[in-house]
C-alpha cells in the first residue's frame, strides 16, 4: 500500500492497482482507495484506509475513486461495510466515485452509504455510484433516490444527474418506471448518455438520475410462511428465483 501516486494508478481495476491488498494513494485531492482483493486482507486496508485519511495537514479529503467491489463484507472475518462507511464519514471524506457492486449489500448498508453522504456539501457529492448486483431493495432504494434529491435542491444552478448503476438488486420495477414517467431519471439507453451528458431528455436540468439497465431488476415471489404455534400472521418473504 503506497500514498503517493504509484505506476499502478493508470487504471481503475483493484488487481491492477495494488493487487490482492489494495491501494490507498493521491491523497489528499487526488486520492484512490481500490480493494478487490482476497477477503483475509480486509482489515488491513480498512486500517491502511484510516491512516492514510490521518495524515493531511487540514481539511477533508477528495478521492476520484473508492472501489470496494466483489468483496463479501461483514463475511467471518472480513470488515464490515458499514465499518469502511464510517472511516470515510469520520474523515469526512468525499469521492467523485462510488463503486460497491457485487458484494450482496443490503438496505442497512445503503442506510450506512447516505448517513455518510449527508454529510458531504453538494458540490461534492458523488457523480458516480455503482451498487449493482447486490440485494438492495425499495426500501434502500428510496432512501438514495431521497437523499440525491436533497442534495439536488441545495445546488445553486444546474446540476447533472447521478450516474447510478443499481441492477440485478430487488428493486420494484414500478418505482423505477415511475421515476422515469416524472422525467426524474434517464435509463440511458443511448451511447451518448454518460455521467456528463444526457442525449435523450428534453429537460437534462430537471434530470436527477441515469439509470443505465435500472430496470432489470431480479424477480421476487412472495411465499407464505404456515403461522407459528398458532399465531395467524402471515409473513411475505421475497425469494430470489
Known amino acids: 500500500l503506497r500514498r503517493q501516486g504509484p505506476p499502478e494508478m493508470a487504471g481503475w481495476d483493484g488487481q491492477a492497482m495494488g493487487g490482492d491488498k ?3 494513494a493521491g491523497l489528499p485531492s487526488r486520492g484512490v482507495a481500490v480493494f478487490n482483493g482476497q477477503a483475509c486482507y480486509g482489515s488491513s486496508f480498512v486500517e491502511q484506509l484510516r491512516l492514510e485519511l490521518s495524515r493531511p495537514p487540514s481539511g477533508p479529503c477528495h478521492f ?3 472501489d470496494v467491489s466483489k468483496v463479501l463484507w461483514g463475511v467471518v472475518s472480513t470488515p464490515s461495510f458499514g465499518e469502511i462507511i464510517g472511516v ?3 474523515a469526512r471524506a468525499t469521492t467523485q466515485r462510488f463503486k460497491a457492486f457485487r458484494c450482496r449489500l443490503k438496505d442497512k448498508d445503503v442506510e450506512d452509504l447516505v ?15 455503482h451498487l449493482s448486483h447486490n440485494e438492495i431493495t425499495s426500501v434502500g432504494f428510496d432512501s438514495l433516490v ?3 434529491d436533497a442534495k439536488r435542491t441545495e445546488v445553486s444552478g444546474s446540476a447533472m444527474p447521478l450516474w447510478l448503476r443499481i441492477e440485478a438488486n ?3 420495477k414500478a418505482a423505477v418506471r415511475l421515476l422515469v414517467e416524472q422525467g426524474r431519471c434517464c435509463l440511458a439507453s443511448d451511447r451518448g448518455c454518460n455521467s456528463r451528458t444526457c442525449k435523450l431528455s428534453s429537460n437534462p436540468a430537471e434530470l436527477l ?3 443505465k439497465f435500472g430496470e432489470e431488476q431480479r424477480w421476487q415471489r412472495p411465499v407464505v410462511v404456515p403461522p407459528f404455534n398458532g399465531d395467524e400472521h402471515r409473513e411475505h418473504v421475497p425469494v430470489v428465483v
Open 22 to 24: 489494495g491501494l490507498v
Open 64 to 66: 476520484d475513486n473508492v
Open 88 to 90: 470515510l464519514r469520520e
Open 115 to 129: 448517513a455518510w453522504l449527508e454529510q458531504v456539501p453538494p458540490h461534492r457529492m458523488p457523480a458516480e455510484i
Open 146 to 148: 431521497g437523499l440525491t
Open 170 to 172: 430487488m428493486i420494484d
Open 209 to 211: 438520475l441515469h439509470m
